[in-house]
């Protein structure tokens, strides 16, 4: 009878791979024809409109001064009313509709905007540009959610605060909890307040999809009516993501067009059931699925977590698309922290920094480990391999670290794991013994033990103490499953020998494909 070693490790279809990788990258290339012509309609476009966007400031700045003149500068307590709301809703309206089209904007409205009785929050969706601030102009400057320091930004600042931004300070650690409670209390004003336009995804992406919808715009529980924009331009010259031509190549070439056609539709407001408005990510959820279904455009899981991660990558001489995991979820999954991924990544590029393309070869996981290529090493590097392709990511990194290595390090498992190796049970694991069983684990008659046993012989004393050991073990969640295999192996052996075969030491590496697999191979990640 042969037999062969059976590994399957079922995938759950909500840790695959997302539909759009990377929502963050934008490649503009113009061809030859469309840098000419952008060139010649720049010569002409851009000293005229520049003209005209001075002119319309000028007009603006003095109104904003009117409107927010003896107001607080931070923390408003009361909304706008008589005079002052009027200027803001009609005249600044207008002074902001003139300054998009002397920027060559053509906007296009669908639908009906909902007052602020029916929908107190307008979600607005997908971000992908600092252009997007023309839905705040179109809605009628509804309030935003702003951080603290843009309001002393020169002009613009001024602009800002007729608004009655929400504001977020990076440096008040209560500052996401304020904001929360005050986009409750002015939502369930009744009308009171303006509507609050939120951006739910909190930051740009290429419009390719729709990324995880952040939960401050459902937590109140109120009607929330859903707002789509389009840029409809065949060369896209609005976007502004994490990887791709920065704010002053963008503008200049949006004023090299002869127009900017976008399209701001407004769907019918949807009202939360009851089970929505106690569970705010399921509100969010319901949102965006009607705001994809409209868009045609896919959904994945990715969050400004993702873009830090990817800058993380990035200064750590990795692709920058290594670090896009879908963090949120991953991390909701798998109960993991940011420092924990962010970790996960550093020990991820100690691995792959000498890989091309920041994805590790069974080789480089091999020299790792400090192990040869065996069945067994492979069978191992298939369970981290969780699309097939002969490498690992760093997404499949962290899911086989968490899901194989990190529950299989357990101080039960690492005691077993020490006394098997302690063959003579004298508290320590000599050079012998350890390349002795692991050879046999490994299935490798000459292995050389030598550059590992160094390793976790921490003091150099020539064998290996518990605490030694232990601690490499928790330290290199990597041999956790090498560890559990061989444990497992171990009681198999010990079955067999029960049986009429037990002569046979190799068959304690094999189990038979009609068996039942082990107990730890078949937990679902």
Known sequence: ??????????RQQSLLLPAVLNPFVLDTKLNKKEKIRCFLQGLILIPLRSIFMVLVLMVMWPVAALITFNRPLKGEMTPMTGWRR?????????????????????????GRQASSAEAPILAVAPHSSFFDAIVCVVAGLPSIVSRIETLATPIFGRFLRCLQPMLVSRQDPDSRKNTILEISKRAKSGGRWPQILIFPEGTCTNRSCLITF??????????????????????????????????????LLTLCQLYTLVEIEFLPPYVPTEEEKKNAHKFAHSVRSLMSESLRLPVTDHTFEDCRLMISAGELTLPMEAGLVEFTKIS???????DNVKKELENFSAIASSCKGGRIRIE??????????????????????????GTIDFREYVIGVTVLCRPANTEEVIQTAFKLFDIDEDNNITREEFACLLRSALGVCDLNVSTLFNEIDA??????????????????????????????????????????????FSHCCMVSPNDHQEDSDKKED
């Not at 009878?1 to 079922?10: I, N, Y």
């Not at 909701?332 to 940011?338: C, G, H, N, T, V």
């Not at 232990?470 to 029960?498: D, M, N, V």
Request: proline share 5%.
């Open 1 to 10: 009878m042969s037999f062969q070693r059976v590994f399957t490790l079922p």
């Open 332 to 338: 909701r999954k798998l109960d993991l922290k940011w």
């Open 86 to 110: 009027f200027l803001c809703r009609t005249v600044l309206v207008f002074l902001g509709r003139l300054y998009f089209f002397a920027m060559g904007f053509h906007v296009v409205v669908k």
């Open 214 to 251: 952040k939960q401050g715009a459902f937590t109140p529980g109120v009607a929330v009516q859903p707002v789509i924009i389009r840029y409809k331009n065949k060369l896209d010259t609005v976007t502004w993501t994490w990887q791709g031509p920065k704010l002053g190549t963008l503008l």
């Open 364 to 389: 480089e996981f091999a020299e790792f480990l400090k192990l040869p290529i065996s069945p067994v090493l492979q069978e191992l590097f298939a369970l981290f391999d969780r699309d097939g392709d």
């Open 459 to 504: 003091d150099g004393s020539g064998h290996i103490t518990y605490d030694e050991f232990r601690s490499f073990a928790l330290t290199h969640p990597e041999y956790a499953k090498l560890f559990t295999t061989y444990i497992e192996l171990q009681r198999y052996q010990g079955l067999q020998a029960e049986g009429p075969d037990s002569d046979s």
